[in-house]
Nanobody
Framework: QVQLVESGGGLVQAGGSLRLSCAASGVTFSRYTIGWFRQAPGKEREFVAAIRMNGRSTHYAASVKGRFTISGNNAKTIVYLQMNSLKPDDTAVYYC???????????????????WGQGTQVTVSS
């Protein structure tokens, strides 16, 4: 059974940094695409970043490109999201998600991911 557990959220001032972790179990990690999504109160769940663990290609939302970095470790089955230069608009619950069958055009759409973690809160104060 696939399980994803996020950690690393918290409260940080604008301009600060956080590193989120997504620990996976029950998967052959190298076959999966791991995505990070976020959802703020009253808003739709939105794509943040994704990494394809077979070739390590990475993909980012325009709003975080240059500030966030996604990386993965196949041996430890962990994916990280390093978040720098955080802004109040980054405040949300952050979720990691996994799927083994994603085609490239579906990576940014949360409906195509089969497995989800419970989420971790990130709050950025101004």
């Amino acid at each position: 059974q696939v399980q994803l557990v996020e950690s690393g959220g918290g409260l940080v001032q604008a301009g600060g940094s956080l590193r989120l972790s997504c620990a996976a179990s029950g998967v052959t990690f190298s076959r999966y695409t791991i995505g990070w999504f976020r959802q703020a109160p009253g808003k739709e769940r939105e794509f943040v970043a994704a990494i394809r663990m077979n070739g390590r290609s990475t993909h980012y939302a325009a709003s975080v490109k240059g500030r966030f970095t996604i990386s993965g470790n196949n041996a430890k089955t962990i994916v990280y999201l390093q978040m720098n230069s955080l802004k109040p608009d980054d405040t949300a619950v952050y979720y990691c998600a996994a799927d083994a069958q994603l085609i490239l055009s579906n990576i940014r759409n949360h409906v195509h991911y089969d497995y989800w973690g419970q989420g971790t809160q990130v709050t950025v104060s101004s």
